[in-house]
Nanobody, 124 residues
Framework: QVQLVESGGGTVQAGGSLRLSCAASGRTFSSYPMGWFRQAPGKERDFVAAISASGAGTSYADSVNGRFTISRDNAKSLVYLQMNSLKPEDTAVYYC?????????????????WGQGTQVTVSP
């Protein structure tokens, strides 16, 4: 059984930064791509960023490209999301997910395990 636990959310003013972390259980962390998604109230869960199993490949949603950076530490079974230049529209619950395989597209259906989410609120 795989468990994912996010942390690092909070409230920040526009223009500020936060770093989210996702801790994974299980021995096969380094074999799978990982991703971050977010869900605002009344909206669907949207792709934010993904990283390949080795960390060599990354992908970002257009809305966060250039502001957010995804990274991973396979020795510690951790994946991070560094968020800079935050905007009020980044406000959402952020979820970490384990991908089934690396793909050029990143729909949530391609992820099989999810964390409980961490709230990010960006004030104007």
């Amino acid at each position: 059984q795989v468990q994912l636990v996010e942390s690092g959310g909070g409230t920040v003013q526009a223009g500020g930064s936060l770093r989210l972390s996702c801790a994974a259980s299980g021995r096969t962390f380094s074999s799978y791509p990982m991703g971050w998604f977010r869900q605002a109230p009344g909206k669907e869960r949207d792709f934010v960023a993904a990283i390949s199993a080795s960390g060599a490949g990354t992908s970002y949603a257009d809305s966060v490209n250039g502001r957010f950076t995804i990274s991973r530490d396979n020795a510690k079974s951790l994946v991070y999301l560094q968020m800079n230049s935050l905007k009020p529209e980044d406000t959402a619950v952020y979820y970490c997910g384990r991908g089934r395989y690396w793909s050029s597209s990143h729909g949530s259906e391609k992820y099989d395990y999810w964390g409980q989410g961490t709230q990010v609120t960006v004030s104007p």
